[in-house]
């Protein structure tokens, strides 16, 4: 057993302690030498979205089984490789949907209406002096486009039908039966919405979908929310719309290169910059390290994964 990258600091325990898991090691020297003298006693690896199994790792693992992912999203294991060797791979889907779907609402409120901008209004001292904070914009009843209808992006929907939004999406297929207004492509979607909410997986058949001509296609007035990855969104488009006002506002938990994230969004009031914590509540992280568990016992007994990713 071998862990890749940190994970939640119970669940490192447990593969410590009750599977002798061990840890690769970081630097590159060291990993080497590790992968030399280990890489073909590894049967599993359990590693997050945060780090994941490329290629080459995996050719250093000849008796690789099963990757068993922390979290639902899985683009930094690639996937190709795994089919291509036999290698399982699983991820955590279902378990986190709620608290993802929570903080997309969240997020949206908390932007549209400037509740963190106007906190920090009230902490500066500035209300007895500056007066009222500025108006914001409304968040029932607006039009809502959804990027990627899987099990979050419905979940998203389904919240925001609640409070009067109007919603359409777009997904790499129509949804069958669907009740939201489907648009063949992100442009298309954009145009018509005064919010966009970006649900899709990351990877490469992702990458840059949202780029500058679907944020044109928002417009001054539209906000964009992203709760997905960060590569979906072409990030250095979003931040010159955002500089020259050519986009309202935006919500985001994800970025294109976490932990760092663009120093210019820091002084905008109109932006909500969170530290990726969608699925971060104790009850939702334990019920993904229990089924992170419940994968790799699975595969142990079985050879076969609980929830695999295809
Ligand atoms: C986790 C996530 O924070 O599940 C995902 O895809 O992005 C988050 O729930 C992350 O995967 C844990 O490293």
Redesign the pocket.
């Known amino acids: 057993m071998l862990q890749v990258g940190p ?1 939640k600091p119970s669940l490192e325990q447990t593969l410590a302690d009750e599977y002798a898991a061990r840890r690769l090691p970081e630097a590159a020297a060291e990993r080497e030498a590790f992968l030399t003298e280990h890489g073909a006693e590894v049967c599993a690896v359990v590693t ?3 780090t994941g199994v490329d290629a080459a790792l995996m050719a250093a693992l000849p008796n690789l089984g099963a990757v068993v ?6 683009d930094t294991t690639d996937v190709d490789a795994a089919a291509a060797r036999g290698v399982g791979v699983s ?2 889907p279902d378990v ?1 949907t709620d608290c ?1 779907a929570d903080t997309a609402v969240g997020l949206m409120i908390d932007t549209l209406r400037q509740f963190s901008a106007a906190d920090r209004y009230v902490r500066a001292g500035r209300w007895p002096v500056d007066g009222s904070y500025p108006l914001t914009r409304q968040v029932s009843n607006t039009r809502v486009g959804i990027v990627g209808l899987g099990r979050i992006g419905s979940a998203i929907a389904l919240r925001l039908s609640a409070f009067g939004c109007s919603i359409s999406y777009h997904n790499r297929r129509q949804v069958a039966q669907s009740p939201y207004t489907y648009a063949s492509s992100p442009v298309e979607l954009a145009r018509d919405v005064e919010v966009l909410v970006v649900a899709a997986a990351g990877g490469d058949g992702t990458r840059g979908l949202v780029d500058r001509a679907v944020l044109d296609a928002l417009g001054a007035d539209g906000y964009l929310i992203n709760v997905a ?1 960060g590569s979906v969104v072409d990030q250095d488009a979003l931040v010159s719309a955002l500089v020259d006002g050519r986009l309202a506002g935006a919500g985001l938990d ?1 970025f294109a290169d976490e932990p760092q994230v663009p120093e210019v969004l820091v002084g905008l009031d109109n932006v909500v910059l969170l530290p ?5 509540t104790v009850q939702t992280r334990a019920a ?1 390290e229990a089924l992170t568990l419940r994968n790799l016992d699975a595969f142990l007994a079985t050879g076969e994964l609980v929830t695999p990713v295809r």
């Open positions: 994970l997050s979205g945060r992912n922390f979290g639902v999203g899985y991820n955590t986190l993802v990855r994800v990726h914590v969608a699925s971060g993904m």
